[in-house]
């Protein structure tokens, strides 16, 4: 007898190739260190953002020099080593357009690193991009082997007590799901009762559906919380219907929506949410250990690049610009501590 789980499996699969492939191929790399590239190798005083994106953003090439005032800001240690350790928490696959690795299988391009580099060109500074899994992402800004975090991490009141931020971008939610689904979020977390939705464990949209997870669980309802090792996986998962939907960042699922468009199986968002909360709009904050002295410097970096243009570019090049901030803040109230 013919194993029909097994064939429904190859044609879930064999739709979500094109979906998948861009994905899984560019973020299949298991470096911890991104390599001397295009993106790090540009000459002084020229970033080359979206390298190797394979379409997933628009190369530009952006001037930026060094700021000397801004330069002066840094702790001595940051100065006299030369070089900017940036943390990226992209293993084990990484999320288009945020942090994934180029068509050269090496390089980790994306608008989180990018950005890094910029700061490190207004700064002086050599980049030094280290690709991670998230967790492992905090461990090394915690044991000072990474400088500074870009890798969409949210400003919250909690994380306050062990880092410090500045902020620059918008931090917005979506829930995908697939275009056929009926269901819309609506700003509603009771729609969410006797749904099954995927998460990325330890991120901040997983502390926010478990908080409406315990409130539908005293109005005596459900909401089951799934999680897979990659997103990959997840989104095979949101095709074969082993999922409602997943709620995770806007920008990963806005582009993951227009690369299902050619596909089978096309997927829409349901609906948004501040990564704050109802009350707070959510911001991403570049990241660096408390009392590090670096959330003013790379704060004032990026306030430069906003104010002479750069910044505009950047966001332009990875199709981000509806998630643009007017000025970047030094630890700019975050996500509360509860949310509700």
Known sequence: MPDFRSSRLLR????????????AGLAACGSDT????????ASKGTVTVAALSNGAGTQTEIKVSEVAAIRAELPASVTKSGQLVIGVGALPAGSAPLAFVGSDQQTLTGAEPDLGRLVAAVLGLKPVVQNSTWENLFVGIDSGKTDVGFSNITDTEERKKKYEFASYREDNLAFE??????????????????????????????????????KLKAAGKDLTIKYFPDNNATHLALLGGKIDAYFGPNPAIAYQIT?????????R????????????????AATAKKDSGLAKPVADAI???????????????????DEAVTTSQVNPPGLPLTNS
Not at 271 to 278: C, F, K, L, V
């Open 12 to 23: 879930i699969l064999a739709a979500s190739t094109t979906a998948a492939a861009l994905t």
């Open 269 to 284: 968002s349901a609906g948004t949410y501040s990564g704050a909360g109802a009350s707070l709009q959510g911001l991403i």
């Open 303 to 321: 306030n430069h690049l906003i104010q002479n243009g750069q910044y505009g570019q950047w966001l332009a090049a990875w199709n981000l610009s």
């Open 259 to 267: 690369q299902d468009a050619k596909t089978p199986n096309p997927t």
């Open 34 to 41: 991104s390599s001397s590239s295009a993106a790090d190798s």
């Open 177 to 214: 799901v697939a275009r056929s689904s009926t269901w819309n979020f609506n700003n509603d977390w009771t729609t969410l009762a006797d749904k099954t939705v995927a998460v990325g464990a330890g991120t901040n949209q997983e502390k926010i559906l478990l908080e409406w997870q315990g």
